[in-house]
């Protein structure tokens, strides 16, 4: 894992990786099956359905459309939109310029010049949310089409968003549901700044080649070949002698 004091954008996605995954299945688990709008002005973003729910904060991080095939921030939107709703865009593009991370500090940014060159809206809004919610510590976001192709990126607040205590099974299902399901570029790092932010005890063995990760009430340990990539898990919780949480965790190509 890197531990330069400036950060790539490539280090900022894997750092909101597997925190933000589990923030969003727990969202998903919140409002269940749902309809939103959202008043900008009004500072307003809702869901109804299954349960209905008003956010107590919300913020609009940007837009990826596809006609100029770019991702506009919030903060550079000629639209006129509230202060409030962003100015979270706006610590994140003062992060950006102070560690020289022009995706984050440029008012445009080409779907060209992101990681990978993705070419749907949907992936570029999924990037640059990642990479913000690692800067801004916020880690609820709503992202949806808004018309025309461009999708819009929120990130929302709530009490009810708050994850609960980390518990074996749960922070098991977003290990294997990550290494299985995101494009991570170090998963050394990503597990390892997963750890730190859930509030884990986290420490890699001398050679780097184990991760161990401990909660309250449960041990894990994730073993990587020499090439980074995961190649077992292995978890014991308390009170379940010898009880063995998933193993054998594919490795990515």
């Known amino acids: 894992m890197s531990n330069t004091s400036s950060p790539s954008f490539t280090d900022l996605l894997d750092d909101a ?17 749902h309809n939103w709008n959202v008043d900008l002005q009004a500072q ?16 609009l991080l940007g837009s990826a459309a596809p006609g100029p095939g770019s991702w506009l921030w919030a ?24 560690h020289g991370i022009p995706e984050l500090a440029e008012p445009e940014v080409p779907f060209g010049a992101l ?18 919610k690692a800067v801004a510590g916020r880690w609820t976001s709503y992202t949806a089409e808004v018309g ?29 549901e990550g290494i299985s399901g995101l494009p991570l570029n170090d998963r050394r790092r990503a597990l390892y700044s997963y750890g730190v932010r859930r509030g884990l005890q986290a420490e890699f063995d001398p050679s780097g080649s184990r991760l161990d ?19 077992a898990i292995n978890a014991k919780m308390s009170g379940a002698d010898g009880e063995q949480g998933p193993e054998g965790a594919q490795p990515q190509g």
């Open 44 to 59: 307003r973003f809702h869901f109804t359905g299954e349960h209905e729910l008003t956010c107590t904060g919300v913020h």
């Open 115 to 132: 990681p990978g060159a993705p070419d749907h809206p949907r992936v570029v809004a999924a990037l640059m949310t990642e990479a913000a």
């Open 17 to 33: 990786a597997f925190l933000s995954l589990e923030h969003q299945l727990h969202l998903e688990e919140v409002v269940g099956q």
């Open 213 to 231: 990760l401990a909660g309250s009430a449960f041990r894990a340990t994730v073993e990587f070949d020499e090439l980074g990539r995961p190649t």
């Open 148 to 176: 025309s192709g461009t999708h819009a990126s929120f990130i929302i607040e709530h009490p009810s968003f708050t994850l609960p205590a980390p518990e074996g099974p749960r922070v098991m299902r977003t290990i294997q």
């Open 75 to 98: 903060w550079a939107n000629p639209s006129g939109y509230p202060e409030a709703v962003t100015a979270l865009t706006a610590a994140v593009r003062d992060f950006g310029r102070e």
